[in-house]
């Protein structure tokens, strides 16, 4: 039998359709993080957290999002996962990092953003790591 050999196109369509689950694999890592926020700001309100320990929840929640988005993401795309979980951690830092600066102007990476960052690509990576692709049997 002969294979049939992939053309340029379909490999610019499947690379386009990853990205694109990526992105959404992103938009619901902040999704899920801006809820679980709102959900640490009512425990630090009622006095059940202390405000101290917000850090530590802050990366806690980046984790947790990109655990979730990365989860959808590597669910959907057929390829390699751990680069698909990686991109869906840096578009959760990337989109924490923008609502940062549009919140507070004189913010900047210097405050805690490294560990944010290993926070959302650790999360991100985790589903990526997890993910087996089933083995191919083979023929006899």
Not at 12 to 18: D, S, V
Not at 112 to 124: E, K, N, Q, S
């Amino acid at each position: 039998m002969k294979k049939r050999e992939r053309s340029t196109e379909e490999l610019g369509g499947q690379w386009l359709n990853a990205m694109c689950d990526v992105l959404v694999g992103g938009a619901l890592a902040g999704a899920a993080a801006v809820l679980a926020l709102l959900l640490c700001a009512v425990l630090v309100s009622a006095g059940v957290m202390p405000v101290g320990a917000m850090y530590g929840a802050v990366l806690a929640v980046c984790v947790l999002g990109a655990v979730v988005g990365g989860a959808f993401a590597v669910r959907r795309v057929n390829g390699p996962s751990l680069p698909v979980g990686l991109g869906v951690g840096a578009v959760l830092f990337l989109l924490l990092l923008t609502a940062g600066s549009i919140a507070c102007e004189g913010a900047s990476i210097a405050n805690g953003g490294a560990g944010i960052l290993c926070a959302c690509l650790c999360g991100g990576a985790i589903p990526g790591l997890l993910a087996r692709k089933p083995k191919k049997k083979r023929r006899r």
